[in-house]
């Protein structure tokens, strides 16, 4: 299933498939997959993931119709994003699902705009790394999903205005990091268009990988563990969230460790420059890099983070995205 609840106008002049499933039908759905998946063999390692909600507002109104009965048969409770909600409604959310189906995790597994418009500037990229730390600060889930990296939905011609690519317009999408001549069959541009967007989820690909499993549910997918102490000596892949504690936290900060090192991603979407700073469980820790993406940045080095006394100052440019990385030992 994909988005359940929504037709796309099939049959109808919408170029997507629409995969309408009653919410009173999508228990049937997933226990004719599970039981095809026992008949060969497969249950334990092919995982089912649904039901792919287009929001969790409509998530939270179908839930309880169908999930608890399948949530044994389920590696993972996805949906999408594009109800744009609040963090206190992502909260609930969350409280639903542990209700509903507990120990099971939520995927984020779509998003991109809604509405037509292209904008390929530091703004659009902050607001959706926003969403990015509210599904994996504020809510805690494990896996987040940008629909889609490659479009060619410009809505201008890169070869007729040379500005087209890094101009913000009404006509094109919000529905890519990497852009591509809509014409370049015929018009042989074979040039690609990297936006903000792309250079501000570098942060987080770069830095937030998959944890490592301390447990694992149904079909051997690996079960996030958010209370695991940053003490722990286990870490050979992967990598741990950590709570930031302080006055000055907002939802758009977090902070992620491996055995060796830590990362701090921090946002600062205000247009007044900030500085925090940051004490580590262990004092013992040595800065190694800064990478900044903003309005005239593109996931530049910067200046490491400084010592101030038994701490760590850290400077947040106006609308911008860094990440501060740390070796878990003294210089």
């Not at 796309?8 to 039908?25: D, H, I, K, L």
């Not at 309880?64 to 590696?75: F, H, M």
Request: net charge negative.
């Amino acid at each position: 299933m994909n988005e359940p609840d929504n037709s796309f106008g099939t049959p109808g002049s919408c170029g997507q498939e629409g995969m309408e499933v009653s919410a009173n039908q999508r228990a049937e759905v997933i226990n004719g997959l599970f039981s095809a998946l026992e008949t060969a063999g497969l249950s334990t390692t092919v995982g089912i993931i649904s039901d792919e909600s287009s929001s969790i507002s409509l998530a939270l109104t179908e839930y309880s119709t169908w999930l608890p009965s399948v949530a044994n048969k389920l590696a993972a409770i996805c949906h999408h994003g594009y109800g744009f909600e609040s963090s206190a409604a992502y909260t609930a959310f969350a409280n639903t699902v542990k209700s509903l189906a507990p120990g099971k995790a939520t995927w984020m597994s779509a998003s991109r705009s809604f509405t037509q418009g292209f904008d390929p500037t530091i703004t659009n990229a902050l607001m959706f790394s926003g969403l990015v730390f509210q599904s994996l600060v504020t809510t805690g889930e494990p896996h987040y999903d940008f629909w889609t990296l490659v479009s060619n939905g410009l809505g201008c011609s890169p070869l007729t205005s040379a500005t087209c690519p890094t101009t913000p317009n009404s006509v094109g999408w919000n529905d890519g990091m990497i852009y591509y001549d809509p014409s370049y069959a015929t018009n042989k541009n074979f040039a690609l268009y990297i936006t903000k967007h792309f250079w501000t989820y570098k942060h987080f690909g770069n830095f937030v990988k998959r944890e490592f499993c301390l447990s694992f549910s149904r079909n051997n997918f690996c079960t996030w563990s958010p209370t695991l102490s940053s003490s722990l000596n286990l870490y050979t892949a992967g990598s741990v969230r950590l709570p930031l504690i302080g006055s000055d936290v907002r939802e758009w900060m977090m902070a992620v460790s491996t055995a060796t090192t830590y990362s701090l991603i921090l946002m600062n979407p205000n247009t007044t420059d900030t500085t925090l700073t940051v004490s580590f469980p262990s004092t013992a820790v040595c800065p190694t890099g800064a990478f900044r993406t903003s309005a005239t940045e593109d996931w530049a080095t910067v200046a490491d983070a400084t010592a101030s006394g038994s701490a760590w100052s850290v400077l947040l440019k106006a609308t911008s995205l860094t990440t501060y990385t740390f070796n878990r030992a003294a210089c």
